[in-house]
Structure formats: C-alpha cells, structure tokens
C-alpha cells in the first residue's frame, strides 16, 4: 500500500489538493486495466459465462491490494445475496489470498 501512496510526488499531490482534485482519481483517469483487473475479469468471466454484465475496478490505486467487482449473471437467479457473494469468493479464493479487501456487488438481468 505504502508504494501506491508513493506513485505521484509530494509536489504533484500537494498541486492537486490545491485544484481539488483526488490524486487517486486523476492517477485512475490516466491509466487503462490493471493486469490484477484483467486477471480477475478473465477467472470470473469462465466461472460465470452466463454473464450479461462485468466490472473489475482496482480501488488502491493500482497496486492490486483491494478490488470492487460488480457482475450480472442469470446463474445468480434464486440465490440469496449472501449466497452469490459466495460464489464469487469460491472463484477467486487465490487471488483473495494476497488482497486487502474487496468489495462485490452481484446482481440478477431484468426481465
């Protein structure tokens, strides 16, 4: 975590506290996915084929300690919340292992 605190100098982020901006989201805006992002993408994306909708965001700035995952699928119809979620972290119980935290919101497509 201390290397993404790291990633603009000192001057860069004291220029953006000034215009008011997030030294995270301008840092976020300039890059593309992260390798953490397309990797996760990829494992849910043969876990649940089904899939109408996927996001995968790096939320530490690109250092791969925490994610947020949003995923639409039909597999999740019937199940309880709690229990999608479950699915979720059983499909990428390997890449938890060496994350901070993550957050995950599943839901069902709209008939």
């Known amino acids: 975590m201390l290397a993404c ?7 860069a982020t004291s220029a953006l ?7 995270r989201a301008v840092q976020r805006s300039l890059s593309t ?16 084929p089904l899939a109408s909708s996927l996001k995968v965001v790096d939320i ?3 250092c791969g300690a ?10 999740f119809t019937g199940k309880r919340v ?4 479950q ?5 990428l119980k390997e890449e938890i292992q060496g994350m901070h935290g993550l957050r995950i919101f ?3 497509p709209r008939m």
């Open 33 to 48: 996915e992260t390798q953490g992002e397309v990797r996760i993408a990829e494992i849910l994306k043969e876990k649940f």
């Open 60 to 62: 530490s700035g690109g």
């Open 106 to 108: 599943t839901s069902t």
């Open 66 to 75: 925490m994610y947020e995952i949003h995923i639409e699928s039909s597999e």
């Open 5 to 11: 605190k790291r990633a603009l100098s000192g001057t």
């Open 87 to 91: 699915l979720v972290n059983q499909a």
């Open 17 to 23: 506290r000034l215009l008011g901006s997030s030294p």
């Open 82 to 85: 709690v229990q999608q979620h």
